[in-house]
């Protein structure tokens, strides 16, 4: 085999050495990354009932709950614009 061969098979070993340790950094990071997933989806709430879950029932209830604080927000508003406009009748009288 001639010079420039050993030098290319040199290289080729090099990159191919590089290329496994970055699917090895790759594969720690996915594996610790799983491993923080899985500890945070394994917590239980005192009930028993994991953190992670949201029951669709009670996510309709906050949409719910929070349109009617929309509605009680804006009845407040024309409940004072309606007082102060009362406010300044009686103030020009």
């Given at each position: 085999m001639g010079v420039e061969y050993q030098f290319l098979a040199f290289v080729l070993t090099a990159?191919?050495?590089?290329a496994t340790l970055i699917i090895?950094?790759?594969?720690?990071?996915?594996?610790?990354?799983?491993?923080v997933?899985?500890?945070?989806?394994n917590k239980d709430d005192a009930d028993g009932v994991?953190?992670?879950y949201f029951p669709r029932g009670l996510e309709d209830s906050m949409?719910?709950?929070a349109r009617n604080i929309e509605?009680?927000?804006?009845?407040?508003k024309a409940q004072t614009n309606l007082l102060m406009y009362l406010r300044s009748r009686d103030d020009r009288a």
């Open positions: 990159l191919t050495f590089l090895m950094v790759i594969v720690l990071r996915l594996v610790n990354t799983m491993g997933m899985y500890m945070w989806h994991k953190l992670w949409g719910l709950l509605k009680m927000e804006e009845a407040i």
